[in-house]
């Protein structure tokens, strides 16, 4: 695995956008995985569907092959030491509480976190976006 596809990722490819798919197919030649925040974000999404079961039955085949990471005990402390420093420099953390869980995610694993959303990440050090 290379990539970490974050929620607004995962989002559209589950949306069938021709442009996101053409590009996490690409991206499945090196590897992707999504954190379990993602998981979670993007089935929420199925229950708030005119066919809940049928959108769930979309959402399961769409991640056949895609591997659902944990939240960890590392990733816990790697995330708990990231909410203090940006804390300490004045950042804002609990709004962005699951996007720090990702975050944690992609740099406990070593991964490139995909995303959309670059002003979400962007104090985040280390943490490489694609």
């Known amino acids: 695995m290379t990539y970490l596809l974050d929620s607004d990722i995962l989002s559209s490819y589950l949306d069938r956008d021709r442009a996101t798919i053409d590009r996490v197919d690409d991206l499945m030649l090196a590897g992707v ?3 379990i925040v993602t998981y979670m ?3 929420q999404v199925t ?3 005119p066919d ?3 959108s769930q039955v ?3 085949r769409a991640l056949l092959g895609i591997p659902i990471l944990p939240f960890t005990v590392e990733v816990a402390e790697r995330c708990a030491q990231m909410r203090h420093d ?3 420099r004045g950042r804002k953390v609990r709004s962005r509480a699951l996007d720090l869980m990702i ?3 992609a740099l406990e694993n070593n991964l490139v976190l995909v995303t ?3 002003a979400d990440y962007r104090d985040i050090p280390d943490l490489h976006i694609l």
């Open 33 to 35: 995985s999504i954190s």
């Open 41 to 43: 974000e993007t089935y």
């Open 47 to 49: 229950l708030q569907s």
């Open 52 to 54: 809940p079961q049928a």
């Open 58 to 60: 979309r959402h399961a």
């Open 86 to 88: 940006l804390s300490e």
């Open 103 to 105: 975050a944690a995610t």
């Open 116 to 118: 959309r959303n670059h």
